[in-house]
């Protein structure tokens, strides 16, 4: 176990008030599962996340299944950082304001430059796939920036 699945395992059950990502902090899920390269959140669908119809937009989804794949990443205890290269989304059911979503990601492949991971957006009971993302991610090294 490294120190970052150590201190995402003191998350489990909180709410992301802690994350090193503003946009996780915003998105304020609570971390349900760790294991290295394996996370599962939980999300509330609140009213700034919705579209004019009142269902989850397809940005904040995007936005979700990008930023659970970056804590996902950094689940390894690296000493660098991964950008997303390219995210492709599947948008299959729609999520509702009030709805709890889950989020449930995996490294499909890890390369030295380049990982490649998916995550799959359920209903709470998830009975029903909502979204689908895969996205492929490029190393970079931030200790000289």
Known sequence: MNTATEFLERQLGKEATHSLSPL???LNPVLLSVEEGKLVFQYVVR?????????????????????????TLF????????????NVIDYLAPA?????IIAETSVLKKGRQIVN?????WNADRS??????????MKIDVSNR
């Open 47 to 71: 009213p700034e996340m919705t579209n004019p119809i009142g269902t989850l937009h397809g940005g904040i989804t995007a936005a979700i299944i990008d930023d659970a794949i970056g804590a």
């Open 128 to 137: 029903r796939l909502l979204a689908r993302g895969y996205s492929n991610l």
């Open 75 to 86: 689940s390894y205890g690296e000493p660098w950082f991964y950008t997303t290269v390219n």
């Open 96 to 100: 509702r304001l009030n709805d709890t």
């Open 117 to 121: 991971a998916q995550c799959d957006v």
């Open 24 to 26: 996780m902090r915003w």
